[in-house]
């Protein structure tokens, strides 16, 4: 048996299954942890999100921002939905759209495996989130994406305000925990996100940090793997395995073996992209 997380798809069917192909996956005795950000932009989205469904009894994949957009402008009319990108449509028009859909919208925010000694999140955790902190702010969202919720609340999750508090309450605060998972980069050290900041370390405006190098920032008990920050690339620090290496900007897909007693790390070339393509959300 070998448990692999998987760096962000975003739509890159053939560098999927070259990978799939590359670890010598094999559903009878495999588990596949994705990162988040199964689709949208690698123009393959329906055909990606198709096999890591297929692949369900041995997958977890956990929520990225590009996930819940998706489930967002599926809840919006037929005639807004034809204005969305055509990667997207062919999703949300699909003759299995609801079936995929409803998959997609009972994935977590936040997978935890205590056993193995893992913690997956698409983007980060807050500066004072110990990993009890996190799965509990994510299971609070989950049950109002799995309910008579949903919604009203991805019609209101859009927004960069406001910071995260624990005196938060209603969709200001589900927006302020989305936001952390699913687009977290760089912050202050009180966890104010700088959402504009989008380049790799080094780059970002004084007094913002990586979300994993924040000065007073709690120790947490599980190793952590993510995506979400193309522009990082393969960074292994700080307890923190981030594996987004841009497959759809032209990069690689990455895997890493979550249970193996070294580092083993597995890649394949993502899909062609424009020399001009840049890293972004």
């Not at 469904?53 to 005639?79: F, K, T």
């Not at 079936?99 to 893992?118: A, F, K, S």
């Amino acid at each position: 048996m070998a448990v692999w997380a998987i760096g962000d798809l975003q739509g890159c069917y053939g560098p999927t299954q070259r990978l799939l192909e590359k670890i010598r996956f094999d559903p009878a005795r495999d588990r596949l942890w994705f990162c988040g950000d199964l689709v949208n932009r690698g123009g393959e989205s329906l055909q990606t999100l198709r096999l890591v469904h297929s692949l369900r009894e041995n997958v977890v994949s956990v929520l990225g921002n590009h996930d819940l957009s998706l489930l967002a402008i599926a809840e919006r009319s037929r005639p807004e939905q034809r204005k969305v990108k055509p990667d997207l449509q062919s999703v949300l028009f699909a003759d299995d759209r609801d079936v995929l859909l409803d998959w997609l919208r009972q994935q977590p925010l936040v997978h935890v495996d205590r056993d193995l000694g893992w913690l997956m999140v698409h983007a980060g955790l807050a500066p004072k989130w110990t990993t009890a902190i996190a799965e509990q702010h994510a299971r609070e969202v989950e049950r109002k994406l799995r309910g008579p919720e949903a919604r009203k609340m991805l019609r209101n999750m859009y927004g960069d305000q406001p910071v995260w508090s624990p005196r938060l309450r209603g969709t200001d605060r589900d927006r302020a925990i989305i936001n952390v998972f699913t687009r977290m980069r760089y912050c202050s050290p009180r966890g104010r996100i700088a959402f504009e900041e989008k380049g790799a370390p080094g780059t970002q405006q004084p007094g913002l940090y990586p979300w994993y190098e924040v000065p007073g920032r709690v120790e947490r008990d599980l190793r952590i793997v993510c995506g979400h920050w193309s522009a990082l690339g393969l960074f292994i620090g700080h307890g923190v395995h981030a594996l987004d290496t841009g497959a759809v900007w032209g990069g690689t897909l990455t895997a890493l073996q979550l249970d193996a007693e070294g580092l083993n790390i597995v890649q394949v070339p993502g899909r062609d992209a424009p020399a001009n393509a840049r890293h972004g959300d």
